[in-house]
């Protein structure tokens, strides 16, 4: 029981950390096409009037860089041999990483749109649909690759625990949009995007 609770509070910590990534990546697509970008915690913020374009690749920057953050997070399990905190949160952030996918995937069949997949996906010329099924591909290679790096003690036999830590994993991802939005959201301005959307509208 300790085990599972220690790996919960690393599961926390490796919530917000690739949460930021996430944020981060948006902003480092932005910025290499010299659109001024800032972010906050759980949303990135172009600063200027963008094109449709410029936003389809800033919205890809989030997801890839997920992606990259679950890739390098088993090749530094891999290469360190004794257990520790360190080892654990890696652990932590390989499944964070699966947990994103799964979450946006989730929101995206339950809305009928995909939001920032529908903008990443137009680049290939594809929808929402398209990119959820490369979502699900990332998500059962994530787990397999968390697997097969050893992980925790926990395996996929213990589905309820997983279960819980998902469920754990949005409450708190959640929680922490909801608190970011009331602090810093209506800071950032909303900006035109070329094909007549708005992005970060502020409520009237």
């Known amino acids: 029981m300790r085990d ?8 926390i910590v490796a919530a917000i950390v690739s949460t930021l990534l996430h944020e981060l990546g948006h902003c480092v697509f932005y910025w290499a096409q010299g659109v001024p970008a800032a972010m906050s915690v759980t949303k990135e913020y172009p600063l200027t009037d963008i094109t449709a374009s410029q936003y389809a690749i800033g919205s890809a920057g989030g997801p890839l860089f997920s992606i990259a953050a679950v890739v390098l997070a088993v090749s530094l399990y891999r290469r360190r041999r004794e257990a520790g905190p360190l080892k654990g949160f890696l652990s932590a952030l390989i ?4 947990f994103y996918f799964i979450l946006r995937s989730l929101i995206a069949l339950l809305k009928g749109r995909g939001g920032e997949l529908d903008s990443a996906a137009s680049l290939l010329g594809l929808d929402y649909r398209a990119a959820i099924v490369v979502f699900v591909a990332v998500i059962a290679v994530s787990f397999y690759l968390w697997i097969r790096a050893g992980g925790p003690r926990f395996s996929l036999k213990h589905a309820g625990y997983f279960v819980v830590l998902l469920i754990g994993y949005v409450i708190f991802v959640v929680a922490l949009q909801s608190i970011d939005q009331s602090l810093f959201w209506a800071k950032f301005p909303s900006v035109e995007i070329g094909d007549g959307r708005v992005y970060n509208a502020h409520p009237s």
């Open 95 to 98: 499944l964070t990483g699966a």
């Open 4 to 11: 599972r609770l220690r790996f919960l509070l690393l599961l």
